[in-house]
């Protein structure tokens, strides 16, 4: 069974400090994909990422795919209490795969 | 409306009872899934279905069942209910263009089996 493996596991902030996100694999993914899931919701898609080294921001959400496809981070700059929630990274083995490979999650708490 | 819906969104049951997880949308989508959630193991995969005649097992099945009775309906039953089935359980659907464009989830149902 592949493993996407995210650290840190727990992350309490204060209001405006930077954290970074980590998403970390041996396989190689043809994505990955970035969701935010809220106490009581489902998890909602926040970005995809889909080449080796690609770079996209989300307003203050930066998102960035490893030169080998193995593995992914998460950095957001000036957190705010809104950010607060769990973090899941999951992967595609292709665009035509039957199933996304989810990660063990990070949960932030964002402090005014 | 939400594009996935779950019923229940919370359910308690007894050990040994059957019960049937229910989620219906509105996307068009064909692919539709179960997962189940546990802290610290992020979501793994129960079951998953490509259209009404296709149904595949994932990584833990065991335990459970699935039925698709519509391209909008998949629903998910644990034949006989036991303590460490109790988890959050999401249903989703997947773009047709394929699952590296993304997930669409429910609201999810919290079910506690005492």
């Known amino acids: 069974t592949q493993l996407l493996k995210q650290s840190p596991q727990f992350l309490s902030i204060q209001e405006g400090e930077n954290l970074t996100v980590y998403c970390n694999s041996s396989s190689v993914f043809s994505s990955l994909q970035w969701y935010r899931q809220e106490p009581g919701e489902g998890p909602v898609l926040l970005v995809t990422v889909v080449t080796g080294g690609e770079v996209k921001k989300l307003k203050r959400l930066t998102f960035q795919f490893g030169d080998a496809r193995k593995d992914s981070s998460l950095h957001i700059t000036a957190a705010q209490t809104g950010d607060t929630g769990l973090y899941l990274c999951?992967?595609?083995?292709?665009?035509?795969?039957?199933?996304?490979?989810f990660g063990t999650g990070t949960r932030l708490q964002v402090f005014p | 409306d939400a594009d996935v819906t779950q019923t229940p969104r919370n359910r308690i049951t007894k050990t040994g009872k059957r019960i049937m997880l229910e989620c219906s949308q509105t996307?068009?989508?064909?692919?539709m899934y179960w997962y189940r959630q546990d802290p610290g193991l992020g979501l793994r995969l129960i079951y998953y279905?490509?259209?009404?005649?296709?149904?595949n097992k994932g990584e833990i099945s065991d335990g459970y069942s699935v039925s698709r009775q519509a391209q909008a309906k998949f629903s998910l039953s644990l034949e006989s209910a036991i303590p460490n089935q109790t988890a959050l359980y999401f249903c989703?659907?997947?773009?047709?263009?394929?699952?590296?464009?993304?997930?669409?989830f429910g609201s999810g149902t919290r079910l506690t089996v005492v």
């Open positions: 999951a992967g595609a083995l292709s665009y035509n795969t039957d199933k996304l490979i």
């Open positions: 989703a659907t997947s773009d047709p263009r394929g699952t590296g464009y993304g997930y669409t």
């Open positions: 279905s490509f259209d009404v005649k296709d149904i």
């Open positions: 996307k068009g989508h064909d692919r």
